[in-house]
Nanobody, 124 residues
Framework: QVQLVESGGGSVQAGGSLRISCVGSGRTSRSYATGWFRQTPGKEREFVARIRRSGRSIDYADSVKGRFTISRDNTANAVYLQMNSLKPEDTGIYFC?????????????????WGQGTQVTVSS
């Protein structure tokens, strides 16, 4: 089992920045890659970014490229999402999720474990 806990969400004005964190625990948590997804009411969960255990394989959704940066600290078993130049359309609940490290996927259905989510609200 892998447990994931997100933190760091909040409210910010457009153009501002936030950093959200995801801390993993559990016996097998160190064998997983991590993805960030976001969801707004009435919409499906949307891929934002992913990073493998090595940190060398990273993907971003086109909508966040150049503004968001995903990183990880394996000593802390933590993954971060630095979000800059935030826009109102970035508003949503942000979830981190774990997937076996050898699986390369941006599809929510492929991720095995999920955190409870953290709310990010960007006002115009």
């Amino acid at each position: 089992q892998v447990q994931l806990v997100e933190s760091g969400g909040g409210s910010v004005q457009a153009g501002g920045s936030l950093r959200i964190s995801c801390v993993g625990s559990g016996r097998t948590s160190r064998s997983y890659a991590t993805g960030w997804f976001r969801q707004t009411p009435g919409k499906e969960r949307e891929f934002v970014a992913r990073i493998r255990r090595s940190g060398r394989s990273i993907d971003y959704a086109d909508s966040v490229k150049g503004r968001f940066t995903i990183s990880r600290d394996n000593t802390a078993n933590a993954v971060y999402l630095q979000m800059n130049s935030l826009k109102p359309e970035d508003t949503g609940i942000y979830f981190c999720a774990a997937i076996r490290d050898f699986i390369v996927s941006t599809m929510a259905r492929d991720y095995e474990y999920w955190g409870q989510g953290t709310q990010v609200t960007v006002s115009s």
